[in-house]
């Protein structure tokens, strides 16, 4: 089927989706157990109103599971993305940064390397800050935009 090996963690071409791969795989099963608690919280009635009034299942899904889900998708989303970004094992376990030099470095990363690898721990601590701020202002804006939209 494979002519030659692929080098998922050497190519450029196959790095970064194999680090996602590894990151969305290492997230799935929270992910899985709030979608799923949120799931057994919608109540059976709305399926079987839905049913009398003549809602297949995929109208059911669109216009009763995800609406119903619609808040707890918000917060999962905002938790992952803080996550992720936030990141640091995965991709340090699985590159240190990249077979091209920096090539998979991230800010967690850079903040790691300038302290401890670099010794210079006033600049690691002002990008450890920036990151900070920086989810911070995304989760203001995330919240803001999400309130809009529920209300």
Wanted: net charge neutral; charged share 10%; hydrophobic share 50%.
């Amino acid at each position: 089927m494979i002519s030659k090996y692929v080098t998922f963690l050497a190519d450029q071409h196959f790095i970064w989706p194999s680090v996602l791969v590894v990151s969305w795989w290492k997230g799935y099963p929270f992910c899985y157990a709030v979608i799923l608690a949120g799931l057994q919280v919608i109540p059976r009635e709305l399926y079987e109103a839905a049913a009398i009034d003549g809602a297949t299942g995929w109208r059911s899904l669109l216009h009763i599971t995800l609406p119903q889900l619609r808040p707890i998708l918000f917060v999962l989303l905002l938790l992952e993305s803080i996550w992720t970004a936030n990141d640091f094992t995965s991709i340090w376990v699985l590159t240190q940064g990249g077979p091209p030099p920096d090539y998979t470095m991230t800010l967690t990363q850079l903040v790691y390397v300038t302290t401890q690898q670099f010794d210079r721990t006033g600049f690691g601590a002002a990008i450890a800050v920036f990151l900070m701020l920086w989810m911070m202002i995304f989760t203001v804006f995330y919240v803001r935009r999400v309130r809009a939209d529920l209300t």
